[in-house]
């Protein structure tokens, strides 16, 4: 069975502070794709990045950073030099072959000025 | 290219009834999936489809239903609501270039809000 983990269910940081949200993911199959969300309060699913499970390099796209590693079962996300435009809820999914796509709980990003 | 959309935005109904909610892909799309979202839930999958047939279903009961059409759009019912329907209902598309496209990443409308009272 597919499963995602957020342990962290809120995070509060103040502005220009750095960020990482955890993801952990639990699967027995070799080929899977792992995806976060962004949910800001306006409520629709913003993409940010697909990673599949051959591909373990990391990717920095702007203050965005993405951690993945398959020894740990970890899709981890940074943000750098947080901005209240942050704060959102954050949502890591996995999906493998043509089995839903699996959401975690989410992490709720506060940031304040 | 536009986005997902979805009608309408927010709908109240009563206990009993029933409502559809409707679904535009992304030009192009030809996968739409559906998920529930609530505060005590999160997201769950209800259903997907790919060329008029659903693929993949979730674990909701037969009350809810859906389809797609040859246009690609896609509706869902839920039938006989009870309070606990009451949430958001996100739609989300991805491109497919076969029948092959677990790998594509899905794009999300703006949802629909649905309360029953």
Not at chain 1, 33 to 57: A, H, M, T
């Amino acid at each position: 069975a597919q499963k995602v983990t957020q342990a962290q269910t809120e995070i509060s940081v103040v502005e220009k502070e750095d960020v990482t949200l955890d993801c952990v993911y639990e699967t027995r199959d070799t080929t899977y794709y792992l995806f976060w969300y962004k949910q800001p309060p306006s409520g629709e699913l913003v993409f940010l990045i697909r990673r599949n499970s051959f591909d373990e390099q990391n990717e920095i796209s702007g203050r965005y950073s993405w951690n993945f590693q398959k020894s740990t079962s970890s899709f981890n996300f940074t943000i750098t030099a947080s901005q209240v435009v942050d704060s959102a809820v954050y949502f890591c999914a996995l999906r493998t072959g043509f089995q839903k796509l699996v959401f975690g709980t989410g992490t709720r990003l506060l940031v304040s000025p | 290219k536009a986005g997902v959309t979805q009608t309408p935005r927010y709908l109240i109904k009563t206990r009993g009834q029933q409502v559809t909610l409707s679904c535009s892909p992304i030009s192009g799309h030809r996968s739409v999936s559906w998920y529930q979202q609530t505060p005590g839930q999160g997201l769950q999958f209800l259903f997907e489809y790919f060329s008029e047939t659903q693929r993949n279903k979730g674990n909701f009961p037969g009350r809810f239903s859906g389809r797609q059409f040859s246009n690609s759009r896609s509706e869902m019912n839920v039938s006989t609501l009870e309070l606990g329907d009451s949430a958001l209902y996100l739609c989300a598309s991805s491109e497919t270039v076969d029948s092959r496209d677990y790998y594509y990443e899905q794009y999300f409308g703006p949802g629909t809000r649905l309360t029953v009272t």
